[in-house]
């Protein structure tokens, strides 16, 4: 049993699995789940649970137990109980047993059908016991990322390489070397294009800040595993390539490496910034000539294309590299004209910082002022979008005029300062914005007026 697993969970949570293991029990939480009741970090926003009875069977002893809300999944084998109330976990994905033919489904048999040992552990709930038939508890707390069943968890699902990658950086271990040596020489040709961007999406979201974390980045994208997913970046490393080449493919991961989190009103995310390195590889030069440039996105949008990126993301990514050959001292007026165009501006410099913090030949005090440089202009792009987004008086359902004919005195500053104060309220509460609460918010001030 994990010492106190229960109280990880609040107390409304708690209830619901009470409930669902009264209505189609014994469930088994497996997944995340068990990693963050041993690690004691927060629960993950989907719950996996494993469950012996047809899914079937399952939704219709929930729907007779008042939970109306629960569907079936898209995917195969998935029953989803959505937790509407509650912020953290969202979702209930509620699954039954996995086996291999001739063989009875079990939750050992299951678990061995999993990826790595630490992702095949199931805690029986409420009390336990945990289930680890194949030591994830202690390869989590002291061990390696180890594969569950060698090559044969391979030779099921070659996407389960890249997983084996994504363990070891987000857990921080290191990774048994005969696994490694399996995951690097496995092919994906029978994977998924959007699965494997997706799991490419998980690992290039994690923090990816400790050294042992950027090193297994490191390692993956000097493999043939990565060769299959980025072809353009292998070319750079090719034996008998030019050393410049090697250089040029060195300076892509430092920057992915390099580049800094966007802040919440920049439009843009540290996930296709990252994305947006590494797809632009050779056309990150900004002495690229124009037609090379043309000719360098069209190859970058094909391989959005086959790795199934949603057209917003490729936009988005195509638009950065677009504009990574502009000036590094944009004007107001330009940078105003970059917003009305709907550029992730901040992003195209922080790529372009990014860039300049991964050059280890640049001079320590060069380096900061780029960096200050880069700074200032992210400031004065926030300064600009937020002046651009910020309403205005005339942007009011209640006119001046009307105003004026509510409160009946001549128009002069405390006309300037109420619309103000009515702009304040509607930028953080647009909802606001209608006749009926702003003539309250008027009858209100006219109430707190002393002095006309």
Same mark, same amino acid.
């Given at each position: 049993?994990?010492?106190?697993?229960p109280n990880?969970f609040?107390?409304?949570? $708690?209830?619901?699995?009470?409930?669902?293991n009264?209505?189609?029990?014994?469930?088994?939480?497996?997944?995340?789940?068990?990693?963050c009741?041993?690690?004691?970090?927060?629960?993950?926003? @989907?719950?996996?649970?494993?469950? #012996?009875?047809?899914? @079937?069977?399952? /939704?219709?002893?929930?729907?007779?137990?008042?939970?109306?809300e629960a569907i079936?999944?898209?995917?195969?084998?998935?029953?989803?109980?959505?937790?509407k109330?509650?912020?953290?976990?969202?979702?209930?994905?509620?699954?039954?047993?996995k086996?291999? +033919?001739?063989?009875?489904a @079990?939750?050992?048999?299951?678990?061995?059908? /999993?990826d790595?040992?630490?992702?095949?552990?199931?805690?029986?709930?409420?009390?336990?016991?945990?289930?680890d038939?194949?030591?994830?508890?202690q390869?989590?707390? &002291?061990?390696?990322?180890?594969?569950?069943?060698?090559?044969?968890?391979?030779?099921?699902?070659?996407?389960?390489?890249?997983i084996f990658?994504r363990? #070891?950086?987000?857990?921080?271990r290191?990774m048994?070397?005969e696994?490694?040596?399996?995951?690097?020489?496995t092919?994906l040709e029978?994977?998924?294009?959007?699965?494997?961007?997706?799991?490419?999406?998980?690992i290039?979201?994690?923090?990816?800040?400790d050294?042992?974390?950027?090193?297994?980045?490191? &390692?993956?994208?000097?493999?043939?595993?990565?060769?299959?997913?980025l072809?353009?970046?292998?070319a750079?490393?090719?034996p008998?390539?030019?050393?410049?080449?090697?250089?040029q493919?060195?300076?892509i991961?430092?920057?992915t490496?390099?580049?800094?989190?966007? &802040?919440?009103?920049? =439009?843009?995310?540290?996930?296709?910034?990252?994305?947006?390195?590494?797809?632009?590889?050779v056309?990150?030069?900004?002495?690229?000539?124009?037609?090379h440039?043309?000719?360098?996105?069209?190859?970058v949008? /094909?391989?959005?294309?086959?790795?199934e990126?949603?057209?917003?993301? #490729?936009?988005?990514i195509?638009?950065?590299?677009?504009?990574?050959?502009?000036?590094?001292?944009?004007?107001? $007026?330009?940078?105003?004209?970059?917003?009305?165009?709907?550029? +992730?501006?901040e992003?195209?410099?922080?790529?372009?910082?990014?860039?300049?913090?991964?050059?280890? !030949?640049?001079?320590?005090?060069?380096?900061?002022?780029?960096e200050?440089?880069?700074?200032e202009?992210?400031? /004065?792009?926030?300064?600009? $979008?937020?002046?651009?987004?910020?309403?205005?008086?005339?942007?009011?359902?209640?006119s001046?005029?009307?105003?004026?004919?509510?409160?009946?005195i +001549?128009?002069?500053?405390w006309? $300037?300062?109420?619309?103000?104060?009515?702009?304040?309220?509607?930028s953080? =509460?647009?909802?606001?914005?209608?006749?009926?609460?702003?003539?309250? !918010?008027?009858?209100k001030?006219?109430?707190?007026?002393?002095?006309?």
């Amino acid at each position: 049993m994990i010492p106190s697993f229960p109280n990880a969970f609040a107390p409304f949570i $708690r209830n619901l699995l009470d409930d669902v293991n009264r209505l189609i029990g014994p469930i088994h939480l497996v997944g995340e789940a068990p990693l963050c009741g041993i690690q004691g970090k927060p629960l993950p926003n @989907t719950l996996e649970i494993l469950v #012996a009875r047809p899914l @079937t069977e399952c /939704r219709k002893r929930l729907l007779r137990g008042d939970h109306a809300e629960a569907i079936m999944g898209h995917k195969h084998n998935s029953l989803l109980l959505p937790i509407k109330e509650w912020t953290h976990p969202k979702v209930l994905d509620i699954g039954s047993f996995k086996s291999r +033919p001739n063989h009875p489904a @079990t939750l050992e048999e299951d678990l061995m059908h /999993r990826d790595v040992t630490v992702n095949a552990m199931a805690y029986t709930w409420p009390n336990g016991p945990l289930i680890d038939p194949f030591n994830g508890r202690q390869d989590l707390l &002291t061990g390696e990322i180890r594969l569950v069943n060698g090559q044969e968890t391979l030779d099921q699902n070659p996407l389960r390489a890249l997983i084996f990658f994504r363990f #070891a950086m987000q857990l921080n271990r290191p990774m048994h070397p005969e696994d490694l040596y399996r995951v690097l020489q496995t092919s994906l040709e029978r994977a998924q294009p959007e699965q494997i961007r997706a799991e490419m999406d998980r690992i290039l979201s994690l923090p990816l800040a400790d050294e042992e974390t950027q090193n297994h980045l490191r &390692t993956l994208f000097t493999s043939p595993l990565a060769d299959q997913i980025l072809p353009h970046l292998a070319a750079l490393r090719n034996p008998g390539s030019h050393w410049s080449r090697e250089e040029q493919w060195k300076q892509i991961l430092d920057t992915t490496l390099a580049i800094t989190a966007p &802040t919440d009103d920049e =439009e843009i995310s540290l996930l296709d910034l990252r994305w947006t390195i590494l797809l632009g590889g050779v056309g990150m030069n900004r002495q690229t000539s124009q037609d090379h440039m043309e000719s360098h996105l069209a190859q970058v949008n /094909r391989r959005l294309e086959f790795l199934e990126f949603s057209k917003r993301r #490729a936009r988005r990514i195509l638009s950065l590299l677009r504009n990574l050959n502009g000036t590094t001292n944009p004007t107001d $007026r330009q940078l105003k004209r970059y917003l009305h165009d709907h550029i +992730p501006l901040e992003g195209v410099f922080r790529i372009l910082q990014a860039i300049t913090t991964a050059n280890a !030949q640049l001079p320590e005090t060069a380096r900061v002022e780029e960096e200050l440089k880069f700074q200032e202009i992210r400031d /004065r792009c926030r300064t600009l $979008r937020q002046a651009e987004h910020r309403l205005h008086p005339t942007d009011l359902a209640l006119s001046g005029g009307e105003i004026l004919d509510m409160v009946r005195i +001549p128009p002069g500053p405390w006309l $300037r300062d109420l619309q103000a104060k009515m702009v304040d309220l509607v930028s953080q =509460e647009p909802h606001r914005n209608q006749k009926g609460e702003l003539r309250a !918010q008027v009858n209100k001030w006219i109430t707190q007026q002393k002095v006309f």
